[in-house]
């Protein structure tokens, strides 16, 4: 018998700093660009044959937000609104029919968007969206769970959580 015993910790962090005006929009993106075979084609010509031709498409996906700042007049406090959209990597699948085939892409997006008051050199600690997966895998003969003449079982789990942290600071 062989046991295994794996635990994995992971940490990214991600840091940007920017610089604006009162009532300027900050867009702020930390994302992954993917290609893709969006479409396929075939052209006969008399005499000659076919020529196929594959056309690509691109995804992005990851964290996009969009911070607008509002000084507010005769106030030591600021107004922040910002619009957050997010999208998991995006799986593929391909789809033939008849001789062609093309990938179809899955993602899952969130999206909102939140106002808040804030003094300059506040910390806004946004938190909240936590991610659980669990996969389970089980081979045997006859049944998946007999494993007296072969196969095993195994599976995987997993969990993330996205803490976005944002600090105004007015200059001058």
Not at 152 to 168: F, H
């Amino acid at each position: 018998m062989k046991a295994l015993a794996e635990q994995t910790h992971l940490t990214v962090v991600t840091q940007l700093s920017s610089m604006t005006t009162n009532l300027s929009a900050v867009p702020v993106q930390v994302a992954l660009q993917q290609d893709y075979a969006s479409d396929t084609s075939t052209e006969n010509t008399a005499n000659v044959g076919s020529s196929s031709s594959i056309s690509k498409s691109t995804i992005t996906t990851g964290l996009n937000m969009t911070i607008l700042p509002y000084l507010m007049p005769d106030s030591t406090r600021m107004q922040l609104q910002f619009a957050i959209n997010m999208s998991d990597d995006p799986t593929f699948r391909t789809f033939t029919s008849q001789n062609a085939s093309i990938e179809l892409m899955k993602t899952r997006m969130k999206i909102f968007t939140q106002r808040v008051l804030m003094k300059s050199g506040q910390t806004l600690v946004l938190s909240g969206y936590q991610s659980v997966s669990n996969s389970d895998d089980h081979q045997g003969v006859d049944h998946s769970h007999f494993f007296l003449f072969g196969g095993g079982d195994g599976g995987s789990r997993g969990k993330s959580a996205l803490v976005i942290l944002i600090t105004p600071v007015l200059m001058g």
